[in-house]
């Protein structure tokens, strides 16, 4: 079963698990309840859980009531499962009179292979169509803007990554706090505007955000700032993200602040020409390293006196912004594009003449395989060839000579997702055309014998296929992603429509995209 975390599997499973149920229950009623008031937290109490039975502290925060996350203090971040996911829908359901509990994102009893506008379900009446049933499965359309079909595959794949999507609902990268630390930055605001706002607020308004220093800041600069989510690719996905998982509809969307922002840090994007979907990835991931904010931790005052001075948390979350900037460009980078996607590259040469062995690292984002001329063409064809042998002159440094080497490539540290291109478009001259084999690829995938130990049991999963139809210069992008409900999902911009692993496996993969079996 999944639960998020062992921590919370411990809890919900264990002794203490009717007293998880108990409270998780009270949140998600809250929540609910609290519609018509968003700006309401809920009560400390149900905020923050210690189970005694099990010493394991759990959380439901405020910034996240859409989800109703849970917030494991062991871990230090959100978590969510299917089964937490499950009891949600249940009081849903309760609260809303329905008797039984949706089965997948089918509310109706009727299936759902069918296509949809802008809605998963698409057979059933339209009032059982409930946006907060689907959106925690992120499950939305994106609307074509114009030839940007390239941009929402790339979407949906960033969407429905389980590390991206869990650093985006942290609020590790928000508007506010990205506002937040730019003004900081350039004087605009001042520790002391915050104190003046502060002290303006009621006692009892004081005392809830006594333990959300953070939050507090951030809910102060968005009123204040009138952050702009165009000048910066994190702020703009983010808005995405809180469309797609927080939203009262499950209409279209479309990503317009993801549109300029993306125009006006890069002007070859600019404009409604047909670009290309794996080099708009390699943009998004390089964005998402040069805009990564160091984590903020939200530090918490014991003293819940009456006193209306500022507890000194604040003050050490102001500096801990003002003092976060943008990652490094270092192997050991912690922003999320890194902690993602990011991965090493060993090259080995050895000399052909005095057996001499050398080796050279490389930061590795993703793979970009060759397909076959001839033979059956296979993921693991396209990997072998990828790393087979290949002969190359060589000043050995060992022998002073000009000599034939051998060099191969292995993964000397494995991405926790793997991206992989397979390379479609072929440009030659002043020609250019595109290779429509099919590629067989695998729902789990070994990567083990093409790692510098070896040692077997590195098993990635699928759960993102993007693909290219049609020519060269007149193609349309689709995507089939793997939903938190285990269903496989075919996104064609504003349409979704479910579809089985026989349709995924038989798709013209151009980009694939495999997570780690077992983190």
């Known amino acids: ?119 998963v379900n698409g057979s059933g009446p339209s009032s059982f169509a409930q946006p907060s049933i689907s959106s925690t499965r992120g499950l939305r359309g994106l609307v074509n803007m114009g030839a940007t079909c390239f941009m929402s595959v790339i979407v949906q794949t960033l969407i429905h990554n389980p590390l991206i999507r869990n650093d985006f609902l942290a609020q590790n990268h928000s508007l506010g706090l990205c506002a937040l630390k730019r003004a900081i930055a350039d004087g605009t605001i001042t520790y002391s505007d915050f104190c003046d706002y502060y002290e303006e607020l009621p ?44 939203s009262a509809t499950v209409q279209g969307y479309g990503p317009v602040s993801l549109m300029i922002s993306s125009w006006n840090i890069n002007r070859q994007l600019a404009g409604y020409s047909q670009q290309d979907a794996h080099e708009f990835w390699q943009f998004l991931v390089n964005e998402l390293h040069g805009s990564s904010l160091v984590r903020v931790e939200e530090g918490r005052d014991e003293d819940r006196g009456a006193s209306s001075d500022i507890p000194v948390q604040f003050k050490n979350t102001w500096d801990s912004i003002s003092e976060s900037g943008a990652c490094s460009d270092t192997a050991d980078c912690t922003c999320i594009s890194h902690r993602t996607f990011g991965g090493t590259l060993q090259s080995t040469a050895t000399c052909n003449g005095c057996s001499h062995t050398s080796h050279t690292y490389d930061p590795l984002m993703d793979l970009s395989l060759q397909i076959p001329n001839k033979g059956q063409a296979t993921l693991s064809s396209c990997l072998d060839k990828y790393t087979a042998p290949e002969q190359m002159e060589y000043f050995c440094e060992n022998c002073k000579s000009h000599e034939s080497v ?111 079996h077992k983190i």
């Not at 007149?474 to 349709?503: E, P, S």
């Open 203 to 246: 006692e009892n308004i004081q005392l809830e955000s006594r333990d959300l220093p953070l939050s507090t800041l951030i809910t102060w600069a968005n009123a204040t700032l009138a952050p702009n989510p165009n000048n910066c690719i994190a702020c703009a996905l983010d808005d995405c993200f809180s469309k797609f998982y927080a």
């Open 406 to 516: 051998s060099k191969t490539l292995a993964l000397k540290k494995p991405p926790v997702v793997l991206s992989v291109q397979l390379k479609r478009f072929q440009h030659t001259g002043s020609s250019s055309s595109k290779i429509d084999t099919h590629v067989e690829f695998p729902l789990y995938l070994d990567m083990s014998p093409y790692t510098c130990s070896q040692e077997p049991g590195l098993v990635y999963e699928l759960y993102a296929v993007v693909c290219h139809h049609g020519s060269l210069n007149t193609g349309h992008y689709t995507c089939m992603v793997k939903g938190r409900d285990l269903h496989w999902y075919n996104f064609d911009d504003v349409t979704i429509t479910r579809v089985d692993v026989q349709q995924v496996l038989s798709a013209r993969a151009y980009l694939l995209f495999y997570i780690m």
């Open 1 to 119: 079963m999944d639960w998020g975390c062992e921590h919370v599997k411990t809890v919900a499973t264990g002794s203490a698990a009717s007293q998880f149920v108990r409270d998780y229950a009270k949140v998600v009623l809250f929540l609910l309840k609290s519609k018509k008031s968003p700006n309401q937290a809920p009560p400390t109490s149900l905020i923050d859980m210690t189970f005694k039975k099990t010493d394991i502290k759990l959380g439901i925060k405020p910034s996240l009531d859409p989800l109703a996350c849970v917030f494991c203090y062991a871990c230090g971040e959100y978590v969510d499962g299917q089964e937490l996911e499950k009891r949600r829908l249940k009081v849903l359901c309760r609260w809303r009179g329905l008797k039984t509990v949706p089965n997948g994102t089918q509310t109706n009893g009727s299936a759902t292979n069918g296509k949809v506008n802008g809605n």
